[in-house]
C-alpha cells in the first residue's frame, strides 16, 4: 500500500520515490519499474535472508536473474568489492539493459549504485532502502560509490535511480541503534530547511521512537521532500546542495578517528550538528535556547550529543583538514542562521573552534 | 604551433581540440585549460621518458604534481589499475580541484578519464593522446573505462575532457605497425559518413605514410570532425553513434580469439571493415570495386585486410554474441549503404554470415 509518492524533478533523469508498507512485495510497481528481462539484486548477508526472496517472487521469472550478496558492513564498501560484483554480472552474461536493484542500507545502495553506473557505461537502477538512514538519505540525489582506505567516499558517480520503494516494514527488523542514527538525518532536514517540519518533531518524535507507522511515513516524505527541494536546484553539489552536510563535517571527523564502524554514521552526524549549532548560537544567529530543544530532540532518539571523550580540536584540525569540502584550504562548515536555515561559511577562526571545544 | 582548431558541441560540456605541432611544450595552452592548482599527470613507462618532463616544465610550478607511470600495455587497462591510482592521487592529497592529465595512448586516455570520472565522483581531465589512434577516436566521445577478464571495455563512464591537445611531433617516435593501427580508425571516417573525404585518402594516402605534417594534420581533424559530429547528434550512444563500430563487432571478435594484444585494435578493425564492406556488397548496396578500393587502401597502410587463418564462422558467432551491442539476441553489425554512408542492421542471416565466410 502507497502512502506517499514523490516525484524528484530532474529533467531527464527524473524519478519518483514510492514510500509505504508492503511495497517489497508489490509485483506491479517493482515491475514497472524494471522493464528488461535481465535484473541483478545486490543485498548483503544481514538483509537477503529476510527479504530477498519477496523481492525475486515480486520480480517473477525473467531471462536472467543474478543475485549478489555482500557481506554486510562499511569495510566492505571498497572497489575490490565492485570488483566482485562485476565477476558475477559478467560472468552471467548481463547486457546493458540489465537492471541493477540494490536491497539494503546505504552501502548496499551506494555499492550497488556505482556498479550500475559503471557497468558498460551505465545501465538502469532502482533503489529498495531497507534502513531508515538510506530512505532519507540515500534514495535522493544520486551520489553513488566507494571508500578508500584513505577517505570515505572518494571514488564514486553521480548516477539517479529509475525509481526508489521505501517499504516501511523493513524498520521492524532494523536494530533499534540504527532507527536512531537515521532519525539523526530525519532532524538534519528540519534544522537546514523547513523549520515547520522541525517543530513537528518537537512534537511527534516518540511517535517515531513508537514505531508508528503513519508518523514514519510522514518523516520520510517530508524528509525526502526536502532533500530533492535542496538537489534539484543543485544536482552536482556546486553551491546550495552543501547545506545538506550539516554536522558532517565535524562527523566524518568522529567517524575517521574512531575507526569506520565504531560510531554509526547518523551517531557522528548527531554530535557533530551539535557541534555546529553551538558554533551558530555564538554568532548569535540562533539561540542558546535552540541549541538546548535540539540537545533535548537528540537525547529523545538516543543519540549522542558530543563528540567522543579525547577526541581534540587539534584531532578535529586535522581531519577536517582532509575533507572534500576544503577548498583552497579554507574550512568549509554548514551553519544555521535560523532554525530552518543553513548556510555554509569558511571563515570559521581557530580562536571560534577552540572555545567550541572548551564549552563542550 | 596550432595547426587546427576544433571545437566539441555538447552543450555545457563542450571543448577544444587543439592539432599542431610542439603543443606538449606549449605553456599557454596547457595552462589555459589547466586553472587548479593541483595536476595528476598520469602516463606509461614508454610515453613518460620521452614526453613527460616536456609537460611537467610546461604546467610549472604548482600546489601539488603527482605523476603516475603505469606499465605499458592493455593487459594493464583493469580496476586494479585504477585502485593503484587513487592510491597514489589520495595519498598526495588532491582535493576535487584537481586535474587529471592523461599523456600516452588510447589505454592511458581510457584508464586516466575513468579515475578523473570517478574521483570525488568526478574531476578535471585533460588530454594529450600520443598514437594517432587515441588522437583520431579517444579525443571525441568521452568514452572512459577499464577492460574486464570477461570482455573489453566492460567497466567506465562517459566523462568528457576539458582539453585535447593533439601533438603530431608524438607521431615521430610511434612505432609504425600503431601508425598502421591509427589509420585504420582514419580510415573508418571516410567509409561511414564522409565520401569527400575517403576520396582524399585514395589519393593522399602515401602522404601520411611519408609522416607529411599538413597531410596528418588534416587527416587527423577531418577524423575528430566526423566523430564528433556524430558523437553530438547521440552523446550516451543511443543511436546514430553505433555507425563508429564499423568493423568493430568483428574486430572484437578477432581480438578476444587471438588474446588481447595479438593483433592491435585497428588491424583487427581493418579486417573487420572489409567483412563489413563484403556484407554491404553482397546485398548490393556498394559495388564490388568499392570492396577492391578499401582493400587495397586498407594495404597501402600496411592493414591486414581478411581475418587470422584458422577462425572459423562458428567462432565470429560465439563471439558476437556476447558484443554490448547484441540486444535482446538480436546481431547488430554496421553495413554501408554507400560509401560515405553507414546504417545499423540487426537482420544479417547465418546464412549470410557463412557465405561471407565462405567467400573471404
Chains 1, 2 share one sequence.
Not at 110 to 132: I, K, N, S, W
Request: glycine share 10%.
Amino acid at each position: 500500500m502507497i502512502a506517499h509518492t514523490l516525484h524528484v524533478d530532474l529533467g531527464e533523469r527524473s524519478y519518483p520515490i514510492y514510500i509505504g508498507r508492503g511495497l517489497l512485495g508489490n509485483a506491479e510497481l517493482l515491475c514497472r519499474h524494471i522493464g528488461g528481462k535481465q535484473v541483478v539484486l545486490v543485498s548483503n548477508d544481514t538483509v537477503a535472508p529476510l527479504y530477498a526472496q519477496r523481492v525475486l517472487d515480486a520480480l517473477g521469472p525473467r531471462e536472467r536473474v543474478t543475485e549478489v550478496v555482500l557481506p554486510d558492513g562499511e569495510q566492505h564498501k571498497t572497489l575490490d568489492t565492485l570488483g566482485r560484483i562485476f565477476d558475477r554480472v559478467l560472468a552471467d552474461g548481463h547486457n546493458r539493459t540489465t537492471t541493477f536493484v540494490a536491497l539494503g542500507g546505504g552501502v548496499v545502495g551506494d555499492v550497488t549504485g556505482f556498479a550500475a553506473a559503471c557497468y558498460q557505461r551505465g545501465v538502469d537502477f532502482v533503489q529498495l532502502p531497507t534502513t531508515l538512514l538510506s530512505q532519507v538519505d540515500s534514495s535522493v540525489g544520486g551520489k553513488t560509490g566507494v571508500n578508500h582506505a584513505l577517505g570515505k567516499n572518494m571514488i564514486g558517480a553521480f548516477h539517479q535511480p529509475r525509481a526508489v520503494l521505501i517499504d516501511i516494514d523493513t524498520l521492524h527488523t532494523l536494530p533499534g541503534r540504527e532507527l536512531s542514527a537515521g532519525l539523526a538525518e530525519v532532524i538534519k532536514y528540519g534544522l537546514i530547511c523547513d523549520a515547520g517540519f522541525h517543530a513537528w518533531l518537537l512534537d511527534n518524535l516518540p511517535r517515531l521512537m513508537a514505531m508508528e507507522e503513519a508518523a514514519l511515513a510522514e518523516a520520510i516524505e517530508r524528509s525526502c521532500a526536502s532533500k530533492a527541494a535542496v538537489v534539484a536546484a543543485d544536482e552536482r553539489e556546486g553551491g546550495v546542495r552543501a547545506i545538506l552536510n550539516l554536522g558532517h563535517t565535524f562527523g566524518h571527523a568522529i567517524e575517521t578517528h574512531q575507526g569506520y564502524g565504531e560510531w554509526l554514521h547518523g551517531e557522528a552526524v548527531a554530535a557533530g550538528m551539535v557541534l555546529a549549532a553551538r558554533l551558530s548560537a555564538a554568532r548569535g544567529w540562533i539561540a542558546g535556547d535552540d541549541v538546548e530543544a535540539l540537545i533535548a530532540l537528540l537525547r529523545q532518539a538516543k543519540l549522542p550529543v558530543a563528540p567522543p571523550t579525547g577526541m581534540s580540536v587539534a584531532d578535529f584540525r586535522t581531519l577536517m583538514a582532509r575533507d572534500k569540502k576544503v577548498l583552497d584550504g579554507r574550512l568549509r562548515l554548514v551553519l544555521l542562521r535560523e532554525i530552518g536555515a543553513a548556510t555554509v561559511v569558511d571563515d570559521v577562526s581557530d580562536d571560534e573552534l577552540a572555545q567550541l571545544f572548551s564549552a563542550a
